[in-house]
């Protein structure tokens, strides 16, 4: 498979202020102990120091800086695959510029010009330098080479596919950001050469920003700001570096010993995916920029990697994938996520019984996981309409149904204060309707769907007709898992008025009823809730054991939780088999790879092999970034071929 990742490192090394030789070797050493990265990023103006004042007029510092850059570009012919961007002062006709200079292999790729100057509070950068905004299309000689200098340069690397913009420091600051117009030209990358004084409340403020801008712009953002070795004359520098991408910031320090580099990996699909996904990211007319080679190696110097070999690399990097992506691992986050999918749900149900005027809402609940977190959505939609009334049937099968799961069905119905609890078994209406079709009455095996599914029906059935007598509406108990591998029964239990839970993985089912357990008082509720949590997932539509849990869902398709691994990455992402069996492997370092790929393999078939079930859904609130409505969500035809899927996992 194509290795779009790339490791990138930013630098804050020992300098000196107006030292040249001393920063140009820190520079180096840097360099030297970081070469597996394909892009390393130095603050601003390091080349000289960002506080040398009025030394930027004397032409003694800019001669030595630009020696200094040649000795830079010379050391950089030895190391393949790396990019190098570095700040310094640059003259260009009648004026000096404050320049991220890019270098690669030998050669001096390009240089682009700070555009916004910062001239207020403690800056007063326009008394030495020029804005660049006005630098289009130009080249200059410097180090002895004719190189591209503007605004309008971007550094492109063909093999990793990488596309680099600037910002340097203040451009990150201004509502017309220099980097927004690069990423929107195809820029994937940006970086952003900085000397940013620390005040209270600026770590937390730069963070935002670089977050924000990485997470409009669908980019991969590299800040660097300069260390404590500036001159503290009148200010303190901390060093504060991040990266962020998408959004999310993948590392961050500040005030670190120096040298340091802070190091992540970068993963180019991400952002690609992301502006595909949001046809609001437009492309901007890039004709004007120009795009000047760099060479920025892929992870671990391959172009094209294995799945045992993009292991390795990601192992050996540390990098970090979650084994529940749809779970936060914070334990304070996950509980806001929880409460917050909660009510998204109950306010999407509240808003249904409003607009219809239907307040009886009629549910099934099995004592399982799914049907319990419905029974509570319900529960607290009541809360925002007091008008609604649940009217809760369970609907147990003698010799199917364990009495642990009907224990709890009823326990948990009159501890959320159902308003009509009925039980209704289906036994004799099961077999009345297999004697009818000529089916034995007897489970047959494994294969006997008749069996099993006739039960399911039978359940839908009876809340249907119950929802026409009662005047109700019935509100679907089905999770994105379920839908996703197509484990509902057609016309069954995939069928409702209203699917609460249609965009709420199974993984995720359970912490969210667990949650709610732990922020009630109410101690009869909180044990049945935790009861429920902690009974095996099953349908129980075959005989019982002697009235225990015989049918474990798990045991048929597979773990839940490998399979929304697959789910998230594959339809969030877009990524390829193999590459979901690479994070998985290192997201479950105990998986056997044959293990983690027999689960791949059937979690493809079944995706696109039960995609017909997906066409005709309930509606149901949307409460995450993967979701499988035909409304738009999720659009697939049902005769889709599997097979390019999965003959790319025979070859991993």
């Not at 409009?216 to 303190?236: K, N, P, R």
């Not at 197509?486 to 209203?498: E, F, L």
């Not at 697959?566 to 044959?594: C, I, T, W």
């Amino acid at each position: 498979m194509k290795n779009r990742m790339i490791k990138a490192a930013a630098i804050v090394p020992p300098m000196k202020v107006a030292d040249v030789a001393f920063n140009v070797s820190a520079i180096l050493a840097a360099v030297k102990s970081h070469r597996d990265c394909g892009l390393l990023v130095f603050p601003e103006l390091c080349v000289t120091g960002y506080t040398c004042g009025d030394l930027f007029g004397q032409e003694v510092l800019l001669e030595a800086a630009e020696s200094g850059l040649k000795k830079i570009a010379a050391a950089s012919a030895k190391l393949e695959g790396v990019c190098l961007v570095i700040g310094m002062p640059v003259r260009f006709e009648n004026a000096l510029y404050n320049c991220a200079v890019y270098v690669s292999q030998g050669i001096i790729s390009g240089i682009v010009p700070k555009t916004y100057l910062p001239t207020y509070s403690e800056f007063y950068e326009d008394r030495w330098f020029t804005s660049g905004k006005n630098v289009i299309g130009r080249s200059l000689q410097i180090a002895g080479q004719e190189v591209p200098f503007g605004i309008d340069v971007l550094a492109e690397d063909a093999r990793s596919g990488a596309v680099i913009g600037t910002d340097v420091c203040e451009d990150l600051w201004v509502p017309d950001k220099p980097s927004t117009h690069a990423c929107l030209a195809g820029a994937n990358i940006i970086v952003n050469l900085s000397a940013s004084d620390e005040v209270i409340g600026k770590q937390a403020y730069r963070r935002t920003m670089v977050s924000s801008q990485s997470a409009a712009c669908y980019c991969d953002y590299l800040y660097v700001s300069s260390g404590m070795d500036e001159s503290s004359t009148d200010l303190v520098f901390s060093g504060h570096s991040i990266i962020a991408e998408n959004g999310r910031i993948l590392a961050d320090s500040v005030f670190p010993d120096r040298p340091h580099a802070e190091t992540a990996v970068l993963d180019l699909e991400t952002c690609e995916h992301n502006r595909r996904h949001q046809n609001t990211f437009t492309s901007e007319d890039g004709s004007w920029y120009r795009r000047v080679p760099v060479s920025v190696q892929p992870l671990g110097g391959r172009g094209e990697v294995s799945v045992d070999q993009l292991v390795r690399l990601l192992k050996q990097e540390h990098y970090p994938v979650a084994r529940n992506p749809f779970v936060p691992a914070d334990d304070d986050e996950r509980g806001r996520r929880c409460r917050s999918i909660l009510q998204i749900q109950a306010n999407g149900l509240a808003t249904r019984v409003r607009a219809t005027g239907i307040r009886n809402l009629v549910i099934g609940i099995s004592g399982g996981l799914d049907s319990t977190l419905a029974m509570i959505v319900c529960a607290e939609a009541r809360r925002i309409v007091p008008e609604i009334r649940i009217i809760a049937y369970t609907m147990p099968n003698r010799g199917n149904t364990s009495s642990q799961t009907y224990e709890n069905a009823m326990k948990l119905m009159k501890a959320l204060k159902a308003d009509e609890i009925h039980e209704v078994p289906i036994e004799e209406g099961v077999k009345a309707h297999l004697d009818a079709i000529g089916h034995s009455q007897k489970y047959q095996g494994d294969s006997d769907t008749a069996y099993e599914n006739a039960q399911a029906r039978m359940r839908t059935y009876i809340l249907m007709d119950a929802a026409n007598m009662k005047n109700g509406l019935v509100v679907g108990t089905g999770d994105l898992s379920e839908l996703a591998l197509g484990w509902c029964t057609y016309n069954g239990d995939h069928m409702s008025m209203y699917g609460v839970n249609a965009s709420v993985p199974k993984t995720l089912v359970q912490y969210i009823c667990r949650a709610y357990a732990m922020s009630i008082t109410d101690k009869k509720l909180r044990d049945v809730l935790i009861a429920i949590c902690d009974t095996p997932i099953t349908p129980e539509l075959t005989p019982s054991d002697n009235g225990r849990i015989a049918q474990k869902t798990e045991e048929k398709i597979g773990k839940y939780d490998l399979n929304d691994f697959f789910l998230f990455h594959a339809l969030r992402y877009g990524f390829e088999p193999q590459k979901n069996l690479a994070l998985a492997l290192v997201a479950y370092p105990h998986l056997e790879k044959e293990e983690g790929k027999a689960a791949a393999v059937r979690f493809y078939t079944r995706f696109f092999h039960q995609q017909f079930k997906r066409s005709c859904l309930p509606d149901g609130p949307k409460v995450g970034s993967v979701t499988l409505s035909p409304r738009g969500d999720w659009r697939m035809p049902s005769d889709a071929s599997a097979d390019l899927w999965l003959k790319a996992l025979e070859t991993a």
